[in-house]
């Protein structure tokens, strides 16, 4: 018997990024959160022992001890909204060449990638081959499995699902080069708007073809990482803490007797949307103890990367409920903002 097509089914793609894009630009007309800083942020004393952290927009950062580097899922194609709704999107390798030829990340150690949505993971091939040829690529089965054949890496990719950590479980490290050792932490993508996820799922089977269209990205399990550059006595140097997606506490903690070892030093926390959940940033502030808080993926990223850019969303209310828990630094970085920070 011949199945009814649905008549909404050829429509549902543009609708629903049409239902997100309404969500967003009302969110974000009505703004007033603090200005963006830029330039460079230098607490290092001019230590010779410091750490080096640049923001690279969305997702993306670096993160530098001495000859130790760190890349965090880079996104720069930015596709716009219509095009991302109604088209096929892919990486556009010239602008990814243009903006990562910025920094020599030729002997980055690893990329680690939180969930794997198209603004997280698209980028990923072109960076892991043209500019860190090296690097292990830190993720989701769903990760391993969306880049499968068709990158050229997905050999590269190890898997965490199994070894992540959470509040009460302490989970495996990881080693990378003579002074990194990262964690991955269980964690959940927080609803885009009115409790609906775009693009939720996982991949259970490698692709052989590089997905065409934004809703083949599925999120996956999501992921947040500690990322420990180390002395070597072994002893913590510099701890930081990444998410690239808000999450529900306590999805996305990192274990209380890592925690109550050493706290974090840097936690990196995503604003966009956190008004999905409950108790973010309140409760991550709380389980990491942070000396100080950087804000990632919170521009608009259906613009192209430039500085000064666009808030996704409004982010006051998060600014003031971070401000009434947190009394320490923090700041919200443009596109390539540097931040030098000393070790402890």
């Not at 590089?210 to 550059?229: K, M, Q, V």
């Not at 072994?234 to 007797?257: C, M, T």
Request: with cysteine; aromatic share 12%; hydrophobic share 40%.
């Amino acid at each position: 018997m011949k199945r009814k097509r649905r008549f909404f089914t050829p429509f549902r793609r543009p609708l629903l990024i049409g239902i997100f894009c309404a969500f967003v630009s009302s969110t974000s007309s009505c703004a007033t959160a603090a200005p963006a800083i830029s330039g460079v942020i230098d607490q290092s004393a001019s230590s010779g022992d410091g750490v080096r952290l640049i923001y690279l927009g969305t997702g993306g950062w670096i993160f530098e001890r001495g000859s130790d580097q760190v890349i965090t899922g880079p996104f720069f194609s930015n596709p716009g909204l219509v095009k991302t709704g109604l088209l096929p999107i892919r990486s556009d390798s010239d602008v990814v060449d243009e903006f990562m030829s910025r920094y020599d990340v030729s002997g980055a150690h690893v990329i680690l990638v939180g969930h794997a949505h198209y603004d997280h993971l698209m980028d990923v091939p072109r960076v892991a081959l043209k500019h860190a040829p090296s690097a292990r690529i830190v993720g989701s089965k769903t990760v391993k499995n969306t880049l499968g054949t068709w990158s050229g890496v997905g050999d590269r990719v190890d898997e965490v699902n199994d070894i992540a950590g959470g509040e009460s479980t302490v989970g495996t490290w990881l080693r990378y080069g003579t002074g990194v050792r990262i964690m991955a932490l269980r964690s959940l993508h927080a609803p885009h708007f009115e409790g609906y996820t775009l693009f939720k799922g996982s991949r259970v089977r490698s692709l052989n073809v590089e997905p065409r269209w934004a809703t083949e990205w599925l999120d996956g399990t999501t992921h947040a990482y500690l990322i420990d550059f180390l002395n070597a006595d072994e002893s913590v140097a510099f701890r930081i803490y990444y998410q690239d997606a808000v999450a529900p506490p306590p999805l996305g903690f990192a274990p209380r007797a890592v925690i109550r070892e050493r706290s974090v030093d840097a936690a990196i926390l995503v604003p966009a949307t956190f008004d999905q959940v409950d108790w973010h940033p309140e409760a991550f502030i709380e389980n990491l103890q942070p000396q100080r808080v950087l804000l990632g993926h919170w521009e608009n990223f259906f613009s192209p990367p430039v500085s000064p850019a666009d808030p996704l969303s409004n982010l006051a209310h998060f600014e003031d409920r971070l401000e009434r828990v947190f009394d320490g630094e923090w700041w919200k970085p443009e596109l390539w903002t540097e931040f030098r920070f000393p070790t402890r």
